[in-house]
């Protein structure tokens, strides 16, 4: 069992920066792939990033790649998703989610098993 909790959205300007956190309490934390995906309204979730239980290895949707940053800190059960040069098509509700069956990184959501309950970014332009 995973409980997710993320942290860290706002509102922003376009071109600024802002850091999410995700924090997870549960024993498989540190063997469970992590990612975030984002749904926007009157759209499907979509994948963002994701990256793998040791940290070795991350993955980024187009949209993000260059801008966002998937780190995490096993040691705090913490993951965290550093967005750059916002766009205002990023507005979005960001989710953390666990995949604790996985040893290869997905990118559909119905593959993650547990979710947090989202924290809303959104950015003006």
């Known amino acids: 069992q995973v409980l997710l909790v993320e942290s860290g959205g706002g509102l922003v300007q376009a071109g600024a920066s802002l850091r999410l956190s995700c924090a997870a309490s549960?024993?498989?934390?540190?063997?469970?792939?992590m990612a975030w995906f984002r749904q926007a309204p009157g759209k499907e979730r979509e994948f963002v990033t994701a990256?793998?239980?040791?940290?070795?290895?991350?993955y980024y949707a187009d949209s993000v790649k260059g801008r966002f940053t998937i780190s995490r800190e096993n040691a705090k059960n913490t993951v965290y998703l550093q967005m750059n040069s916002l766009k205002p098509e990023d507005t979005a509700v960001y989710y953390c989610?666990?995949?604790?069956?996985?040893?290869?990184?997905?990118?559909?959501?119905?593959?993650?098993?547990?979710w947090g309950q989202g924290t809303q970014v959104t950015v003006s332009s």
């Open positions: 990256i793998k239980w040791s940290g070795s290895f991350a």
């Open positions: 989610a666990a995949d604790s069956n996985s040893r290869v990184l997905l990118t559909t959501a119905r593959e993650y098993d547990y």
């Open positions: 549960g024993r498989t934390f540190s063997t469970s792939n």
